[in-house]
C-alpha cells in the first residue's frame, strides 16, 4: 500500500513540475543573455559594466567578475544596455550556457542557481530531480517509471578563475523488492573537476559504486560490491542553440567500458533536448573488433528548469 502512495505522491510532483515550468516561461521572457559581458547607462548619468548574473522582469544584475561586486539596476532606468564585445571576456556573445550542469548522464561541477529545481529526463524512463538550496549545495532524486530509486546530496565550487571542484554522495534502493536484504540497492560518492566556461569545458571525475551482492551473486561473502570507476566528459557549445557533448566511462576491475555522445539542442533558458547515442565496450578487444557488443544504443534525453 504504501509503494502505491509513493507512486501517486512522484505522479503529482512531475506534474506540478511541468505545470510551473510552462507558466513561468509564459510570465517573464528575458531581454540579455546571461553571462554576456554588457555595458548599461541610467538615466541618472551613471554608467555600469559587468557580466550579467540574473535577470527578472523589472531588474537585472550586473557581476563583476573580478571583485564579485554585484549591482542591482531597474530596467526602467536604463538608456540602453548592450554587450562590451570585449574579446577576454569569458563567455562571449553566446551568454552562459543554460545546460551546463550536465553532459548526458554525467555532470559537471559548475556552481547551482539557490532554489532552482532541475529534472533532467533519459529515454523518459529515468528521472534525475535536482533541488539546489545553496548556490553551492543540491538535493538529488533518481525515479525510475515514477518509482523513488536514490537519494543523495552534492556540492560545486569554483576554486578560482575557470577551476571547479565538486562531489557528491548517494544510496539507492529497490523499492519494487519484497526482500528485506535487498531493500538497499547500493551507494556511491563521486569526486570531480571541471575546467573552462560554461560553453566550451571538461570534466574529469572518479568514484565508488557499491553494489549489493545478493542481486548478483547468492553466495558472495561481502553485503556489497565495491567498484571503483573513473569518468571524462566534454562539452563544446558550437552555436547558439546546440553543443556537442561526449562522455565515458570505465570500470577497471571488471575491464568495463561505457562511451557516449549526443548533440545538445538548447530550446530555452528553461527546455533543452539531447539526441545522441551510447556503446557498450566490455572489453578492450571491443575498441578494435567491431560485433554486436559495440552497436550503439540510440540516446533521447530532455532537460527542464523551474
Known amino acids: 500500500m504504501k509503494k502505491k502512495y509513493i ?30 559581458n554588457y555595458i548599461a547607462k541610467t538615466n541618472n548619468g551613471f554608467t555600469h559594466t559587468g557580466f550579467l548574473f540574473e535577470e527578472t522582469k523589472d531588474f537585472i544584475i550586473l557581476e563583476n567578475r573580478k571583485t564579485y561586486e554585484r549591482t542591482e539596476l531597474r530596467k526602467n532606468t536604463l538608456i540602453s544596455c548592450y554587450p562590451a564585445g570585449s574579446k577576454k571576456d569569458f563567455i562571449g556573445i553566446l551568454g552562459e550556457n543554460p545546460s551546463s550542469d550536465s553532459y548526458i ?6 556552481p547551482y542557481e539557490k532554489g532552482q ?25 533518481n525515479t525510475l517509471l515514477f518509482y523513488p530509486t536514490s537519494l ?23 523499492v ?36 549489493n551482492s545478493s542481486i548478483f551473486v547468492n553466495t558472495a561473502k561481502t553485503d556489497f560490491t565495491n567498484l571503483l570507476f573513473a569518468n571524462g566528459s566534454y562539452c563544446n557549445r558550437f552555436a547558439e542553440h546546440f553543443s556537442l557533448n561526449i562522455e565515458g566511462w570505465y570500470f577497471p576491475e571488471q575491464d568495463i567500458m561505457l562511451g557516449g555522445l549526443g548533440f545538445k539542442y538548447i530550446h530555452s533558458e528553461n527546455v533543452s533536448w539531447t539526441f545522441g547515442a551510447y556503446s557498450l565496450l566490455n572489453n578492450s578487444a571491443n575498441i578494435i573488433t567491431f560485433n554486436k557488443k559495440t552497436i550503439p544504443l540510440p540516446y533521447i534525453g530532455m532537460s527542464r528548469k523551474i
Open 176 to 211: 519494487g523488492s519484497n526482500n528485506p536484504g535487498t531493500l538497499l540497492f547500493g551507494y556511491g560518492a563521486i569526486g570531480r573537476y571541471t575546467r573552462g566556461t560554461s560553453n566550451s569545458n571538461f570534466t574529469v571525475s572518479g568514484g565508488l559504486l557499491g553494489v
Open 152 to 174: 543523495g546530496i552534492k556540492c560545486a565550487y569554483n576554486i578560482g578563475g575557470l577551476n571547479y571542484v565538486g562531489g557528491n554522495i548517494f544510496a539507492f534502493g529497490n
Open 7 to 36: 507512486l501517486i505522491c512522484f505522479i503529482l510532483l512531475n506534474f506540478v513540475l511541468f505545470s510551473q515550468t510552462e507558466n513561468d516561461t509564459t510570465v517573464f521572457t528575458p531581454e540579455y543573455r546571461r553571462g554576456v
Open 105 to 110: 548522464f554525467s555532470n559537471s561541477a559548475f
Open 117 to 141: 529545481v532541475t529534472v533532467h529526463y533519459h529515454w523518459f524512463i529515468v528521472e534525475n530531480i535536482n533541488w539546489a538550496f545553496a548556490d553551492n549545495w543540491s538535493f538529488t532524486c
